[in-house]
């Protein structure tokens, strides 16, 4: 199967970018050449990772990132959407690991040696531990060591980072870390939850300042995760559930960086429950960007709940991912076009989007079919928020290859290439076929 653009599609114009994407800890391994981090400690926590698994080896990319790297070049790339590991450059006494930022530069000369740009992320939520060892993200002093890190990174890497993020999806740092308790640390609290929120934005601001200063030839941005909140039924109390959700999770992270406030539902929270945000604060966050980078799955549906405000509720219905998550690819231009009209955005980027799906290998080969139709859905789905008069400069798909999936642990699959995790064999889905052949299309166009 095949996916197919129309020829005028703007998508195929040459300076739409196409990318794949990966995280540090999800693919790396190698942790004794790194120092420790939350999720190490998470995975270590009998009960929190689905199938026991944790980060030590992962894809081994570490000592594979040559082939790797050919891989990537391989599927035509424009773009690879990597993120560093904190621990891996920084050491507990805040000494540099010289054979850590050998690592990552190796791997960005190939990347340029190959016309790959790289867009690299400097938090994707392997925090340090011994940062969390002194608080973590309750920690406001975490925020200025953030900064320092983004300023060795700049000054080390010089040009050969295209773009560098701030933070991935500071949504899951605080959420699903501090309120749901789902990922590491694995907390149940809305302060803090609201806390840890208000220091990643604070860390970004500052980060921001200091790549603007080491590295403004850089696309210098952050990346947001948004679901559009559906209510469950047409009452006014779940329409109310959904319009709140909204402000909870989408809004209170993109509002304090385009117009340098909390959404009006931060009046609502009670005393307890409020951060802690003091003067200044705002407009160290409120840095102006030079992308966004918008990662997109499935929407969520919401009902009233009198105790928490509101709840979702899972999905039943087909189509869905081995996530359990909805098929939903209209979300996407909905949340492309809500954010356009209600803010001015800088350039967009969807900067992670794809699906896990029960993928089988046999005869050496993955027919991922439905996976080709979601990244068809949504590609069309990008295109028609772009035909609605929004400016989006590329699209990643979520994920180069198989990696670990978080609490998932590895039995979830978002890879566009199958990772055998007993040999770390590499293979090609049809959807890497299926994607290599719309960037090979797009160059001959
Ligand atoms: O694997 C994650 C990634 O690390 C962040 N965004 C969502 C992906 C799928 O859950």
């Not at 080896?57 to 599927?75: M, P, Q, S, Y």
């Not at 929270?269 to 802690?276: G, I, N, S, V, Y």
Request: hydrophobic share 40%; glycine share 6%; charged share 20%.
């Amino acid at each position: 199967m095949k996916i197919t653009l129309a020829h005028t599609s703007r998508l195929l114009r040459p300076d739409f970018i196409f990318g794949v994407a990966t995280a540090a800890f999800q693919i790396e391994g190698s942790a004794d050449s790194r120092e420790p981090c939350i999720w190490d400690t998470f995975c270590a926590t009998p009960g929190r990772i689905k199938d026991g698994s944790d980060g030590l080896t992962a894809c081994d990319h570490v000592k594979r990132w040559r082939e790797d790297v050919e891989l990537i070049a391989a599927l035509g790339v424009d773009a690879y959407r990597l993120s560093l590991s904190w621990g891996r450059i920084i050491r507990r006494d805040g000494s540099i690991n010289s054979q850590g930022l050998n690592f990552y530069l190796q791997l960005l000369d190939a990347l340029k040696a190959r016309n790959i740009k790289a867009f690299v992320t400097l938090y994707h939520w392997d925090l340090p531990q011994y940062l969390q060892d002194n608080g973590g993200w309750l920690n406001r002093d975490t925020a200025y060591k953030f900064a320092d890190y983004a300023k060795v990174v700049a000054q080390a890497f010089g040009d050969r980072v295209h773009s560098y993020a701030t933070l991935n999806e500071p949504f899951c740092s605080a959420y699903l870390s501090y309120e749901a308790g789902i990922h590491a640390p694995g907390v149940q609290n809305r302060q803090q939850g609201r806390q840890v929120a208000h220091h990643l934005l604070l860390a970004h601001g500052l980060a921001m300042q200091a790549l603007q200063q080491y590295a403004p030839q850089a696309l210098n941005g952050i990346v947001l995760n948004f679901s559009p909140c559906h209510p469950a039924t047409d009452s006014e109390a779940d329409r109310r559930a959904a319009r709140m959700a909204d402000q909870y999770h989408n809004h209170w992270y993109i509002q304090p960086l385009l117009e340098g406030c909390y959404p009006p539902l931060l009046n609502e929270l009670a005393p307890e429950d409020k951060p802690e945000i003091q003067d200044g604060d705002m407009a160290i966050i409120a840095q102006s960007l030079d992308f966004l980078g918008i990662n997109y799955y499935t929407r969520t549906v919401y009902r009233a709940n009198s105790k928490a405000w509101f709840s979702d509720v899972p999905p039943t219905q087909p189509p869905l991912t081995d996530m359990g998550w909805e098929i939903y690819p209209q979300g996407l231009t909905e949340i492309l076009l809500a954010m356009h009209r209600r803010y001015t955005l800088p350039p967009v980027y969807i900067t992670e989007n794809g699906a896990a799906m029960p993928d089988k290998l046999e005869n050496n080969e993955v027919q991922d079919q439905a996976r080709v139709v979601y990244f068809q859905q949504h590609l069309q789905a990008t295109e028609d928020a772009i035909n609605a008069g929004m400016r989006i400069d590329g699209y990643f798909a979520w994920s180069l290859m198989d990696n670990f999936e978080w609490a998932e642990g590895y039995a979830k699959r978002f890879g566009i290439v199958y990772v055998d995790y007993a040999t770390q064999q590499r293979t090609l889905k049809a959807s890497a076929i299926a994607l290599r052949d719309v960037f090979a299309g797009r160059k001959n166009n």
